[in-house]
Each structure stands twice: as C-alpha cells, then as structure tokens.
C-alpha cells in the first residue's frame, strides 16, 4: 500500500526566504506526482504535476523535483510572500485506476 | 469554464442524523471522485465513478456512506447515520477521464463541504 509522508508539518519563515518543502512514497511504481495547494475553506489547486520520466518542474517562483528510485520530491518556492501561506499538499499517482494518493501536507507561514 | 460546484459548503448535524453532499463536476468530465479529508491530514479517496459505473470504492464504508452517480453527471453523498468521527471536509473532483495508459487525466476540485458532528 502507497504511503505519503511530508515533512515538516508546519513551516514558518520570514517573508523573502528561500524554502523547501518535502515529500516521501514508499512504493516508485508511480505514474506522475503532483504538489497542490489548499487555502483553508478551499478545495485544492493543482501547482505542478511532474510525469514519471520527468526529473522536475518549474512554475514561477516554484520548482519540483522527482527521484522516482528514492521515493522523493521537493518543492522549492523562491522568495517566498506572505501570499504563500497555505497548506501544501503533494500526491502521486499509482495503481490500475490512477488513483492519488496525499500526503498529510506542509502548513506553511510567511511573516511579512 | 465553471470549476466543480459542491453545496452545501457547511453543515453541522447530531450523530445519528443523515445528511447529504451533492456535487456537479466540470461538463464533459466522465470522471468523479468523492474525498474524507480530516483535520491535519491529505484527502482520502472515498469512492471513484466513470460516468454512472463504480470504478472503486473499497474505502468507502458501506455500512453507512452511498454513493449515486444516476446520470453521469451530478454525484450525491450519503451518511446515515452520522458519527463524531465523520466530521471532515468532503471534497468532490473530477477528470476528463479515468487514466488511460501511462496517461494521466488532472483532478480538479470543488471547494469541498465542511460537515461538523456532535
């Protein structure tokens, strides 16, 4: 069974900072892995979705990063704002029917 | 192009009341999902349908969750009866279609149901 793990739980850093956030999957049959973000009371938006034969993807000031071999990803954010403060959640895609499975997400604060 | 419309976004209830979730997914997306994300934790996949048809649900807990997707459309969620431990966000997404191949479809979700037992 496909297991997520994100560390650190929470994350609190002053605005302008560099960061990363990172992820964990016990099984590297995966199909893509996806990082979403949800503001509280808000479903979920999509960031970056990186194919299993991908390495990373960049959107702005966000980049992820794949290891399929090792079961990681990294998101990075680059000068982070007050603007990014929300919960991140990074999930992978596996199975027959191309099911996400979620990690239990990174709450993360900027301070202005 | 409209997003997946959930109502109602809050609801509280006594346990052992029923409620009911309805979802309307993306037009054209043959592909619906129902998610129970608990406080602190990622959403977990309650039960999948491909047009009207159950693709998975072997985590939804039948004893007391329904699920129906009459038309292909529209999806309601059922609790009878509700229990403390039910109260979570439930999240509706939706896909173009289920993956095919190596191929993924993106999910795209509504703003979720916030439900509150006690």
């Known amino acids: 069974k496909q297991e997520v793990t994100q560390i650190p739980a929470a994350l609190s850093v002053p605005e302008g900072e560099n960061l990363v956030l990172n992820c964990s999957f016990t099984d590297s049959a995966i199909y893509n892995l996806q990082w979403f973000r949800q503001d509280p009371g808000k479903g979920l938006t999509s960031l970056l979705l990186?194919?299993?034969?991908?390495r990373e993807q960049t959107s702005g000031r966000l980049n992820a990063s794949l290891d399929k071999s090792s079961g990681r990803s990294t998101l990075y954010i680059a000068a982070s704002q007050p603007g990014d403060s929300a919960t991140y959640l990074c999930?992978?895609?596996?199975?027959?029917?191309?099911?996400?499975?979620f990690g239990s997400g990174t709450q993360l604060t900027v301070l202005p | 192009e409209a997003g997946v419309a959930q109502s109602p976004r809050y609801k509280i209830i006594e346990k052992r009341q029923s409620v009911a979730f309805w979802c309307n997914p993306i037009?054209?997306?043959?592909?619906l999902y129902w998610y129970q994300q608990i406080l602190g934790q990622g959403p977990k996949l309650l039960i999948q349908?491909?047009?009207?048809?159950?693709?998975?649900d072997s985590q939804l807990p039948k004893d007391r969750f329904s699920a129906e997707r009459l038309k292909g459309v529209d999806s309601t969620l059922k609790i009878q009866p509700a229990k403390l431990e039910d109260s979570a966000v439930y999240l509706c997404?939706?896909?173009?279609?289920?993956?095919?191949?190596?191929?993924?479809?993106?999910?795209?979700f509504g703003p979720g149901t916030r439900l509150t037992v006690l």
């Open positions: 990186i194919q299993s034969s991908q």
């Open positions: 997404a939706s896909s173009l279609r289920e993956g095919i191949g190596r191929s993924y479809n993106e999910q795209f």
């Open positions: 999930a992978v895609i596996g199975g027959s029917a191309r099911q996400l499975t």
């Open positions: 037009s054209g997306h043959a592909t």
């Open positions: 349908f491909q047009n009207n048809g159950v693709v998975d």
